[in-house]
């Protein structure tokens, strides 16, 4: 069993920066893993992912060059450090670990986290 812990999703401003944290436990942190976020009446889409040895990185074309995806093993926690926030990446975000190849995809993931809200006003 693999438990997953999201933190650091509040209220900011466009233009303003964040950083979210997901650390995880129950199981030996050698995995790949990967963020989403799903808005209201929106399915949840894929934000970036990061392989087990921090390589294997990729984002979304909406977040390249504004977010940074990377982790720490000795902590067993993966961040995401989002610049230049738009109202547009208002939703919940979730961390999850990456069994399958498609790092796109919901089905490639197995153990997800409750999630973090982010709110960016205009």
């Known amino acids: 069993q693999v438990q997953l812990v999201e933190s650091g999703g509040r209220l900011v401003q466009a233009g303003d920066s964040l950083r979210l944290s997901c650390v995880a436990s129950g199981s030996t942190f050698n995995y790949n893993m990967g963020w989403f976020r799903q808005a209201p009446a929106k399915e949840r889409e894929f934000v970036a992912t990061?392989?087990?040895?921090?390589?294997?990185?990729w984002y979304a074309d909406s977040v390249r060059g504004r977010f940074t995806i990377s982790r720490d093993n000795a902590k067993n926690t993966i961040y995401l450090e989002m610049d230049d926030l738009k109202p547009e990446d208002t939703a919940r975000y979730y961390c999850a670990r990456r069994y399958g190849n498609d790092y796109r995809v919901v089905a490639s993931y197995d153990y997800w986290g409750q999630g973090t809200q982010v709110t960016v006003s205009s």
């Open positions: 990061i392989g087990w040895n921090g390589g294997g990185i």
